[in-house]
């Protein structure tokens, strides 16, 4: 399991990011997409760091929502 974080991007474009996997991002048209594609970029992402023997990082289930 994987933290995402998701929000509306400038361009009309739905914007997902996995903060746990630094650089693993991802975006689609609806949020429904964004969530698919970040799923899809979450896998390749880590069997990437597995197929060049590097550690997956753990994930750290610590968000907060702050109201400013």
């Known amino acids: 399991m994987r933290q995402v974080v998701i929000a509306p991007g ?3 474009y739905w914007v997902a990011e ?3 996997l630094p650089g693993c991002v ?3 048209r ?3 997409e964004a969530i698919a594609n970040i799923k899809e ?3 390749g992402y ?3 760091l597995k197929e060049d023997g590097l550690p997956v990082p753990e994930e750290h289930f610590g ?3 702050v109201a400013v």
């Open 30 to 32: 609806t949020r429904e």
């Open 41 to 43: 970029a979450i896998e």
């Open 46 to 48: 880590i069997a990437a």
């Open 63 to 65: 968000t907060l929502l």
């Open 26 to 28: 991802s975006q689609g």
């Open 10 to 12: 400038e361009d009309g």
């Open 18 to 20: 996995c903060p746990s």
